[in-house]
């Protein structure tokens, strides 16, 4: 059964630094993607970063909104993949969910076949 | 970016109809690379449809995606109650890879 299972969210203030761990089993983690969306209290999805596979050079793609502050990686050894948020603000405060590029596509354009339950953080004072 | 806006807002349908969705990008999108997901209240979004057409596993044959260029649809042909829920398209032609805001299917 493929599961990915997020952790380390929380509450968090507002220019500090958290980081997420997508924990996954099921399937070769080193064969797929891995991307993380968001998605702010009541509002739609909002997606913020990918890592590619090995095969695909672990190429990295970060929305605007993020790009200079969060930082994807991943661990294929682990099946573990991370997301490092610093300077966080408080329009950051979401459930972020990480998600597996889908077996049906390429794991170079690929949507999200599986998705975690997700982390909630809360970027407050 | 290529933006997706989804129509309508929200639709009121009963169970037993047809539910016919729109996804409008801001430039071409090559049917290769355009999804639809589906979120019921406090649970994750689940993947319905990828390459326009292609029903993910397990999804049912009521669920059918449709459209080419600017212009996609997502037709539910009879609704069952466990389908009202919030749809969302999403582009993965080019990063970065752009949601619409939701289409809300409710109970009329």
């Known amino acids: 059964e493929v599961q990915l299972v997020e952790s380390g969210g929380g509450l968090v203030q507002p220019g500090r630094s958290l980081r997420l761990s997508c924990a996954v089993s099921?399937?070769?983690?080193?064969?797929?993607?891995i991307s993380w969306v968001r998605q702010a209290p009541g509002k739609g999805l909002e997606w913020i970063t990918f890592i590619r596979s090995k095969l695909y050079g672990e190429t990295i793609e970060y929305a605007a909104s993020v790009k200079g502050r969060f930082t994807i990686s991943r661990d294929d050894s682990k099946n573990i993949a991370y997301l490092q948020m610093n300077s966080l603000q408080t329009e950051d405060t979401a459930v972020y969910y990480c998600t597996r590029g889908a077996s049906s596509d390429s794991q170079w354009n690929f949507s999200s076949d599986y998705w975690g339950q997700g982390t909630l953080v809360t970027v407050s004072s | 970016e290529i933006l997706l806006t989804q129509s309508p807002g929200t639709l009121s349908l009963s169970p037993g109809e047809r539910a016919t969705l729109s996804c409008r990008a801001s430039e071409s999108v090559s049917t290769k690379y355009l999804a639809w997901l589906q979120q019921r209240p406090g649970q994750a979004p689940r993947l319905l449809i990828s390459?326009?057409?292609r029903r993910a596993t397990d999804i049912p044959d009521r669920f059918s995606g449709s459209g080419s260029g600017t212009d996609f649809t997502l037709t539910i042909s009879r609704l069952e109650p466990e389908d009202f829920a919030v749809y969302y398209c999403q582009q993965y032609n080019r990063s970065p890879y752009t949601f619409g805001q939701g289409t809300k299917l409710e109970i009329k």
């Open positions: 099921g399937f070769t983690f080193g064969d797929y993607a």
């Open positions: 390459g326009t057409f």
